[in-house]
């Protein structure tokens, strides 16, 4: 801790990507210091389509416990009671793919949920342009591209309370914000969803606007060299 506290007190400027990070820090080193400038995507490669009227669902990332997909699979089984035509599309390997795969067959679930394993970026990008829901379950998280990324296509969001999430998805206008840990919300805002399509269209403009107003990495890149030119003045 001695020598992270040297190290902040010798740089002459800390970049943070959210607002979170920036309290931390701020109890760490003079706030003149701090600048925050988020992590950015590519709108051009994520780009935009109004999400079908399905009820597909996509869920990206690694199969491991910190990413949550049990409870994503509990919350599924609440989800198929009312909509059993429902389908989510995990894309993503991992040491809990043996247990995830065992959850699904328990639960009755095969005919709901198809593990892709990790493909070509451009096979996501498909997807979550059809989708009704991008969900991510994480217990925590970094900053997560992959719910910016999602965002960018203007698939809706559902996503956990973890760091930074209320700054980048504000709870019911660019998707929804739930707890982590439980199964039902999740389950709740993935019905609110596939009810109402005219929701689901507002909330998903709504996404790609949130990426073109302060994620887009053509506004990033500009923020970082503005940065640099203050240095060097």
Same mark, same amino acid.
């Given at each position: 801790?001695?020598?992270?506290?040297?190290?902040?007190?010798?740089?002459?400027? +800390?970049?943070?990507?959210?607002?979170?990070?920036?309290?931390?820090?701020?109890?760490? &080193?003079?706030?003149?210091?701090?600048?925050?400038?988020?992590?950015?995507?590519?709108?051009?490669?994520?780009?935009?389509?109004?999400?079908?009227?399905?009820?597909?669902?996509?869920?990206?990332?690694?199969?491991?416990?910190?990413?949550?997909?049990?409870?994503? +699979?509990?919350?599924?089984?609440?989800?198929? @009671?009312?909509?059993?035509?429902?389908?989510?599309?995990?894309?993503?390997?991992?040491?809990?793919?043996?247990?995830?795969?065992?959850?699904?067959?328990?639960?009755?679930?095969?005919?709901?949920?198809?593990?892709?394993?990790?493909?070509?970026?451009?096979? &996501?990008?498909?997807?979550?342009?059809?989708?009704?829901?991008?969900?991510?379950?994480?217990?925590?998280?970094?900053?997560?591209?992959?719910?910016?990324?999602?965002?960018?296509?203007?698939?809706?969001?559902?996503?956990?309370?973890?760091?930074?999430?209320?700054?980048?998805?504000?709870?019911?206008?660019?998707?929804?914000? &739930?707890?982590?840990?439980?199964?039902?919300? +999740?389950?709740?805002?993935?019905?609110?969803?596939?009810?109402?399509?005219?929701?689901?269209?507002?909330?998903?403009? @709504?996404?790609?606007?949130?990426?073109?107003?302060?994620?887009?990495?053509?506004?990033?890149?500009?923020?970082?060299?503005?940065?640099?030119?203050?240095?060097?003045?």
């Amino acid at each position: 801790m001695d020598l992270f506290k040297r190290t902040l007190d010798a740089a002459d400027r +800390i970049v943070v990507v959210d607002q979170e990070a920036y309290e931390m820090y701020a109890d760490l &080193v003079d706030e003149s210091k701090l600048r925050t400038i988020p992590l950015g995507v590519d709108p051009d490669v994520f780009e935009y389509s109004e999400p079908d009227d399905s009820h597909e669902l996509v869920a990206i990332g690694s199969l491991r416990e910190r990413k949550g997909y049990d409870i994503l +699979i509990e919350a599924l089984d609440q989800i198929q @009671q009312e909509y059993p035509e429902v389908q989510l599309h995990v894309f993503g390997d991992g040491p809990q793919e043996d247990e995830l795969v065992a959850q699904v067959k328990h639960l009755d679930l095969d005919e709901n949920v198809t593990f892709h394993g990790y493909v070509d970026q451009s096979i &996501v990008r498909e997807h979550l342009s059809r989708a009704r829901a991008f969900v991510h379950p994480s217990r925590s998280e970094g900053f997560s591209m992959v719910r910016l990324e999602a965002m960018s296509t203007g698939c809706p969001v559902v996503v956990t309370n973890v760091s930074g999430a209320n700054e980048m998805v504000r709870d019911g206008e660019e998707g929804f914000v &739930v707890p982590t840990e439980e199964p039902e919300p +999740i389950a709740d805002a993935v019905t609110t969803l596939l009810s109402d399509y005219e929701l689901t269209k507002q909330i998903s403009r @709504q996404a790609r606007d949130r990426v073109e107003e302060k994620y887009d990495w053509r506004k990033i890149a500009e923020e970082y060299l503005d940065l640099y030119r203050s240095l060097s003045g």
